[in-house]
């Protein structure tokens, strides 16, 4: 199974202020949408609660300390737990937020990563990404344009 991270930071590793995204760039949307459509995404109790519901044509694992149900979301404790449940799945998804992120990203072994080229002030960031343990094996640079006020990039890293 490959365990793919899907990102969108700043340049300063930002992700998030308030449990809330910090540009809007709907082609980031969109490829989000497409990259993760159809199949299972992981994501903690925060992110579930800053997008407000589950995510349509997706199964949705919710990782939490919590003693909760979430209605069209399965809840799980741990990274481990939810990853057990994907058991046979060719791919999946951890989807955020910073903390899942951080315990998820030693067993992934692909990030799909938008880098918006800016810095933004955050509470939320995402891990260092070394570049001996990653390769960029793909990559698309966008400039800013009157839907997508922000220049930004989508390259995909696999472990080496």
């Known amino acids: 199974m490959t365990i793919s991270a899907v990102v969108a930071i700043a340049e300063n590793h930002a992700i998030g202020k308030n449990n809330q995204l910090l540009w809007y760039l709907p082609n980031d949307l969109k490829h989000f949408k497409q990259i993760t459509g ?7 109790r925060k992110t579930y609660e800053s997008v407000g519901k589950p995510l349509p044509n997706r ?10 149900e979430l209605t069209g979301c399965e ?9 057990k449940l994907c058991a046979g799945e060719q791919e999946v998804f951890i989807i955020g937020g910073a ?3 951080k315990l998820a990203l030693p067993l992934t072994n692909r990030i799909y990563l938008t880098i918006v080229h800016r810095s933004f002030e955050a509470d939320a960031f995402f891990p260092p990404i070394s570049m001996q343990e990653w390769m960029e094996t793909e990559r698309e ?10 220049p930004y ?3 995909t890293l696999n472990r080496r």
Do not use: P
């Open 75 to 83: 809840v799980v404790n741990s990274v481990a737990a939810a990853l």
């Open 99 to 101: 903390e899942i992120y």
């Open 141 to 150: 640079d966008f400039e800013a344009d009157e839907k997508n006020n922000i």
């Open 38 to 44: 159809g199949h299972i995404v992981i994501m903690g």
């Open 153 to 155: 990039s989508f390259i």
């Open 59 to 68: 199964r949705n694992i919710v990782i939490t300390r919590q003693h909760i």
